[in-house]
């Protein structure tokens, strides 16, 4: 069973930035593709950018495009989110996403890590 604890969340102004991390243990996340999720209150919970395993194309919604950077630590077992240029509209539960399995058929989801933006 793979487990994901997401970190490095918190209060920033608006311009500023956030490094997020999703570390796993019961995996090594370099076999697979790892997704970033944000949940706004009242919203839906979407997908803002997405690695694929071992190293190949990256993937960002457009609407942190250019400010967000997805990238992996092999040797840490993790995966970051670089946060920058934060806007109010960032303000989020933050989740990392992977799944897993010879035919990818288990799901796991980290339990979240609150940024909040002000202006």
């Known amino acids: 069973h793979v487990q994901l604890v997401e970190s490095g969340g918190g209060l920033v102004q608006a311009g500023g930035s956030l490094r997020l991390s999703c570390a796993a243990s019961g995996a090594t996340l370099e076999r697979y593709a790892i997704a970033w999720y944000r949940q706004a209150p009242g919203q839906e919970r979407e997908e803002i950018s997405c690695?694929?395993?071992?190293?190949?194309?990256?993937h960002y919604v457009d609407s942190v495009k250019g400010r967000f950077t997805i990238s992996r630590d092999n040797a840490e077992n993790t995966v970051a989110l670089q946060m920058d240029s934060l806007k109010p509209e960032d303000t989020a539960v933050y989740y990392c996403?992977?799944?897993?399995?010879?035919?990818?058929?288990?799901?796991?989801w980290g339990q979240g890590t609150q940024v909040t933006v002000s202006s």
């Open positions: 690695i694929s395993r071992r190293d190949g194309p990256i």
């Open positions: 996403y992977v799944q897993y399995g010879s035919t990818y058929q288990y799901k796991s």
